[in-house]
């Protein structure tokens, strides 16, 4: 019985259109990871999109996972925190921003986390030097982290939701609970799910 409702040839059912609020157009954009080259592509991709879709009020979504990995996690966050004063942008938490931000805040227990998955090129883009960096523990890492990263960039990641509702769409770093409230998601999930 239950195959046969599966596979019987019942009309299908009406197709669900999604959509944004009105007059509205939004750009995701999920881990950059320190690509500022790639970044700075896709910002003019954008634009050239944007402008042969015609009026509308374009914001861009960042995802989160702004540092780590490539050659460039500093430029990226500068190049981001000046953005909003040009265009709408919204910015999301990601894992890698929690980890740098702990890391900073002085958690060494980060520390090989945020080493495992990028913080040594990270770094680098701050200014630490190869040879150095190397030679770290994870405590000189916690410590040297918080010598080499400005506050203001670190305030900046800090402020970064955790999930932004438009229209039909959820955004989120990594995902959510399925079958739970969006009140009762847990903000860690969110961004390591």
Not at 103 to 119: C, I, M
Not at 135 to 142: I, K, P
């Amino acid at each position: 019985m239950v195959f046969k409702r599966l596979f019987s040839r019942s009309a299908p059912a009406p197709a669900r259109l999604w959509s944004v609020p009105a007059g509205e157009r939004l750009y995701a954009i999920g881990d950059i990871h320190g690509r500022d080259d790639l970044l700075a592509q896709l910002l003019d991709k954008i634009d050239a999109d944007s402008a042969a879709r015609g009026n509308a009020k374009t914001t861009l979504i960042f995802l989160g996972d702004l540092p780590d990995r490539g050659p460039d996690s500093r430029r990226v966050i500068e190049r981001l925190m000046a953005l909003p004063a040009v265009r709408p942008c919204l910015f999301l938490a990601g894992n890698h921003e929690e980890l740098m931000t702990r890391v900073w805040e002085g958690e060494r227990s980060s520390a090989p986390t945020f080493h495992r998955v990028g913080g040594r090129a990270t770094l680098l883009s701050y200014g630490a030097e190869p040879d150095a960096y190397d030679s770290w523990d994870f405590e000189q890492l916690t410590d040297e982290t918080r010598a080499l990263v400005p506050k203001s960039h670190i305030d900046f990641l800090r402020s970064f939701q955790d999930y932004h509702l438009a229209g039909d769409y959820l955004f989120v770093h990594a995902g959510i609970r399925p079958g739970l409230p969006l009140e009762d998601q847990d903000p860690i999930d969110m961004r390591w799910i």
